[in-house]
């Protein structure tokens, strides 16, 4: 399994960024990925996830509404778009694969994810 993300940067409160993870040596469209966050001294928080065919998706509450995680099976790449973003979503971003196997299959579980990528830090501050 490899995870690359990318994108991260500083943004300003109210902005928007997009984050992009290059998955490979996996079979990607049969999993579902997640977008989970960690901000220094807080424990992390699985933000986002979309199923293996890319039919639900489903967020935390503290990014509902501002958030949207995409994916593109052909490009085996996920993405995020984070809009209104706050200084509470400052935060080191990874893109993560579920374990199981199945296209279909929906979880919001942290601790069905054991692979993840390197990070990339996102910051929002004026």
């Known amino acids: 399994v490899q995870l690359v993300e990318s994108g991260g940067a500083l943004a300003q409160p109210g902005g928007s960024l997009t984050l992009s993870c290059a998955a490979s040596?996996?079979?990607?469209?049969?999993?579902?990925m997640s977008w989970i966050r960690q901000a220094p001294g807080k424990e992390r928080e699985l933000v986002a996830v979309?199923?293996?065919?890319?039919?639900?998706?489903d967020y935390a509450d503290s990014v509902r509404g501002r958030f949207t995680i995409t994916r593109d099976n052909a490009k085996n790449a996920l993405y995020p778009r984070m809009d209104s973003l706050k200084p509470e979503d400052t935060a080191l971003y990874y893109c993560?694969?579920?374990?199981?196997?199945?296209?279909?299959?929906?979880?919001?579980?942290?601790?069905?994810?054991?692979?993840w990528g390197q990070g990339t830090q996102v910051t929002v501050s004026s």
């Open positions: 040596k996996f079979a990607f469209s049969n999993y579902e």
């Open positions: 979309i199923t293996g065919a890319g039919g639900a998706t």
């Open positions: 993560a694969k579920n374990r199981r196997f199945d296209k279909y299959y929906y979880s919001f579980r942290l601790d069905e994810y054991p692979d």
